[in-house]
């Protein structure tokens, strides 16, 4: 028993130690496209049986640019803790409702999140990696109304959900290498605000180690 102990020791010390050679801080940017909004014909059914309109048509738009701020500490040569802040751009729908007049609701969302990610070298200076985050997500609504419909203002809504992340890695430099991600997180907004959904982002962008 005492063996074993020891010898937990000595690997945990020697994780630290290799993680201690290796570990340094990096920071990045990364742009691209979104998609993801509330579905248009649960739209139509909310404004119709909770809200008592005789009838609802509504289109939604669940496309846009975002960006991706982001840094991180590699512990071990294939261990990182990642944080970042995301702007994941808005999706907007439009209902037409009887009696007569529109709703129009824009949603944007912001996130913070926080994880861990880990990245295997392929063949020298080209990875893939791999990332699981608590991602802290608001979205705010700017909602408009006409004729009958009656505007609810703006609003906003919380939630903590879980994003996943995969992508590829290429070292121009021991220091700059470029990045293709693809990260999703599921359940932002709310039924308030025209119900959940889930968002996926698939950006470019640029790491730079300290």
Known sequence: MLNNFCKTVAAVALAVSTGAAHAQFYAGAQ????????????ISSQLVNDLGYFSASTTVDSGDGGWRVFAGYQILPWLAVEGAYLDLGKATWS??????????????TTAWTLGVAARYEFVPKFFGYGRISAAWTETKASVSATGFAESGGDQSARQTVPAY???????FTPKLSARLEYERMNGVSSDQLGGKFDTNFTSLGIRYSF
Request: aromatic share 6%.
């Open 31 to 42: 742009g691209g496209y979104v998609t993801g909004g509330p579905n248009g014909g649960e």
């Open 95 to 108: 209902s037409v409702v009887a009696p007569p007049g529109t709703v129009d609701v824009s949603l944007r």
């Open 165 to 171: 992340a995969a992508g590829l890695e290429y070292a």
